[in-house]
């Protein structure tokens, strides 16, 4: 520093960080070491070995020293074939369905817009849109996790939102609203709905095919939950209009090198992900039903590969340490409070990992 410079107080972060951020927690991940992992909606299962085997050696000679296709075009090709994206949608890469929705509120973030979803949603809905200076509107669920179609409609109009979020199935409650309220809400809507697809492996219906149809509708998927986490890829879909000015705000390279080729690679090889989401579905029935027999849970009809379930009064936290000390890590809702008091959320593992669960839980009822 020159002699003749003047000391200046070093910045500290309520000087420059706002007020709404300091007043926000980062996204908490709780550590599994050593536990049976129930926590985050993953996959259980794991390729068989040739398949790992024949992975390895194509990525083996990917040319890291180069900076990767920043469109994706292959893996996008691979993904339109696979997941059957209509012809008329243009897609959009991202780093997990996180960044897609941190791209589009940055899109049309400005002052007086609002983001709009149910809750209790996706809670990424909400902290980005606080990030972004957004101000976000929830509409509360019915007491059955049902939409509250009188009072979502109500908002539409009052709040005329930029973007209104409609995750199908819903997390964490994990039901499938019926498809004609859903419908009804994407014909109200003055701004842009994007159905969020994350659990589309083990529902029965999507709005997929409709991309196209209706110039508001974006559905965005994602290979998480497929089997493909560690990844961090996603996808959005809608009109090439709006994905092209989207895609300006996308950093350039968002989707590195190996993250594509081992994408592409498992879509080329889908059948063996689709096995795995059938043996999902069905070991979800079976842990449904062990649940619905224990006294005192209610478990909540899901769609997706977990399962929301209420324990009794004032047990929520108790309960779940418990099954953390028998050796399973589930996600505890229960402090959340209204109506997800007393829920704790199991993500449906491979069968000797639900039994675990269930041995430690009526450990501690």
């Given at each position: 520093?020159?002699?003749?410079?003047?000391?200046?107080?070093?910045?500290?972060?309520?000087?420059?960080?706002?007020?709404?951020?300091?007043?926000?927690?980062?996204?908490?991940?709780?550590?599994?070491?050593?536990?049976?992992?129930?926590?985050?909606?993953e996959n259980?299962?794991?390729?068989?070995?040739?398949?790992?085997?024949?992975?390895?050696?194509?990525?083996?000679?990917?040319?890291?020293?180069?900076?990767?296709?920043?469109?994706?075009?292959?893996?996008?090709?691979?993904?339109?074939?696979v997941m059957?994206?209509?012809?008329?949608?243009?897609?959009?890469?991202?780093?997990?369905?996180?960044?897609?929705?941190?791209?589009?509120?940055?899109?049309?973030?400005?002052?007086?817009?609002?983001?709009?979803?149910?809750?209790?949603?996706?809670?990424?809905?909400?902290?980005?849109?606080?990030?972004?200076?957004?101000?976000?509107?929830?509409?509360?669920?019915?007491?059955?996790?049902?939409?509250?179609?009188?009072?979502?409609?109500?908002?539409?109009?009052?709040?005329?939102?930029?973007?209104?979020?409609?995750?199908?199935?819903?997390?964490?409650?994990?039901?499938?609203?019926?498809?004609?309220?859903?419908?009804?809400?994407?014909?109200?809507?003055?701004?842009?709905?994007?159905?969020?697809?994350?659990?589309?492996?083990f529902a029965?219906?999507?709005?997929?095919?409709?991309?196209?149809?209706?110039?508001?509708?974006?559905?965005?998927?994602?290979?998480?939950?497929?089997?493909?986490?560690?990844?961090?890829?996603?996808?959005?879909?809608?009109?090439?209009?709006?994905?092209?000015?989207?895609?300006?705000?996308?950093?350039?390279?968002?989707?590195?090198?190996?993250?594509?080729?081992?994408?592409?690679?498992?879509?080329?090889?889908?059948?063996?992900?689709?096995?795995?989401?059938?043996?999902?579905?069905?070991?979800?029935?079976?842990?449904?039903?062990?649940?619905?027999?224990?006294?005192?849970?209610?478990?909540?009809?899901?769609?997706?590969?977990?399962?929301?379930?209420?324990?009794?009064?004032?047990?929520?936290?108790?309960?779940?340490?418990?099954?953390?000390?028998?050796?399973?890590?589930?996600?505890?809702?229960?402090?959340?409070?209204?109506?997800?008091?007393?829920?704790?959320?199991?993500?449906?593992?491979?069968?000797?990992?639900?039994?675990?669960?269930?041995?430690?839980?009526?450990?501690?009822?």
């Amino acid at each position: 520093m020159p002699q003749d410079a003047q000391a200046v107080t070093a910045p500290c972060p309520e000087h420059l960080i706002r007020a709404e951020i300091r007043e926000l927690s980062a996204y908490p991940v709780p550590s599994a070491q050593g536990l049976i992992k129930l926590d985050a909606m993953e996959n259980p299962y794991e390729w068989p070995r040739d398949l790992r085997d024949a992975w390895a050696e194509t990525l083996s000679r990917l040319p890291v020293n180069r900076y990767p296709d920043p469109k994706g075009t292959e893996l996008v090709a691979r993904l339109r074939t696979v997941m059957g994206v209509p012809g008329e949608a243009a897609l959009l890469l991202g780093n997990g369905s996180d960044e897609l929705i941190q791209i589009l509120l940055m899109a049309v973030s400005g002052p007086g817009r609002v983001v709009m979803a149910p809750e209790p949603g996706f809670v990424m809905y909400r902290m980005v849109a606080r990030w972004l200076g957004l101000e976000f509107v929830g509409i509360p669920l019915k007491p059955d996790f049902s939409l509250d179609m009188p009072a979502m409609l109500a908002a539409l109009e009052r709040h005329r939102p930029a973007v209104m979020f409609l995750a199908w199935p819903n997390n964490p409650t994990g039901n499938l609203w019926p498809r004609a309220d859903m419908e009804t809400l994407i014909r109200a809507a003055p701004g842009l709905v994007v159905v969020d697809e994350a659990y589309g492996p083990f529902a029965r219906d999507s709005f997929l095919p409709d991309v196209g149809s209706d110039g508001r509708l974006l559905v965005m998927r994602t290979v998480s939950k497929l089997g493909l986490a560690g990844l961090r890829l996603g996808y959005l879909c809608g009109m090439p209009a709006w994905i092209g000015e989207l895609d300006k705000v996308r950093l350039p390279y968002n989707i590195n090198v190996l993250t594509q080729a081992a994408a592409e690679f498992a879509l080329a090889h889908h059948g063996v992900l689709d096995e795995q989401a059938a043996w999902i579905r069905r070991d979800r029935e079976a842990l449904f039903k062990a649940l619905a027999a224990l006294p005192g849970v209610e478990p909540f009809p899901s769609e997706a590969n977990f399962i929301l379930f209420r324990v009794p009064s004032a047990r929520g936290r108790e309960i779940f340490e418990g099954i953390r000390a028998g050796g399973v890590l589930i996600k505890d809702l229960s402090g959340q409070g209204g109506l997800l008091a007393d829920c704790l959320r199991v993500t449906v593992g491979a069968p000797e990992e639900n039994a675990r669960f269930l041995a430690a839980l009526e450990a501690v009822l």
